[in-house]
């Protein structure tokens, strides 16, 4: 017989981890404005029409990222909902907000060299 111990939580041990995702997503939604404070800054401003593309499309998955981060922060919040639910879309989210935060990096260099 299959033991459903690793599968179950407490209600108070999922509200716990449904309270530390959600802290996480909020410290990522802090980030993401940061990484946007610094493409507004004077400093990356796009001098060739690539490097105006390639701002633009940073711009919309920080946009993305944040709506979405937005949308699993108020599910989590919500009633009835368990927090293995969300485990991997909020990995996902990481995931995501690394290769953005990589991708802004790398133009923030490039456009300071150009």
């Known amino acids: 017989m299959k033991s459903l111990k690793g599968d179950y939580r407490t209600p108070i041990e999922d509200q716990l981890q449904k309270s530390t995702l959600v802290l996480k997503l909020e410290r990522t939604q802090q980030n993401v404005g940061q990484l946007r404070n ?48 969300f485990v991997e879309r909020v990995q996902q989210q990481f995931l995501a907000f690394n290769e953005l935060q990589r991708s802004v990096e790398e133009y923030i260099h490039g456009a300071r060299n150009y």
């Not at 105006?52 to 946009?63: T, Y």
């Open 38 to 85: 610094k493409l507004n800054s004077y400093v990356c401003e796009p001098k060739t029409y690539s490097l105006f593309e390639r701002i633009e499309a940073l711009r919309n998955g920080l946009d993305t990222l944040s709506s979405t981060n937005k949308e699993i922060i108020l599910s989590l919040r919500g009633p009835k909902r368990h927090s293995v639910d």
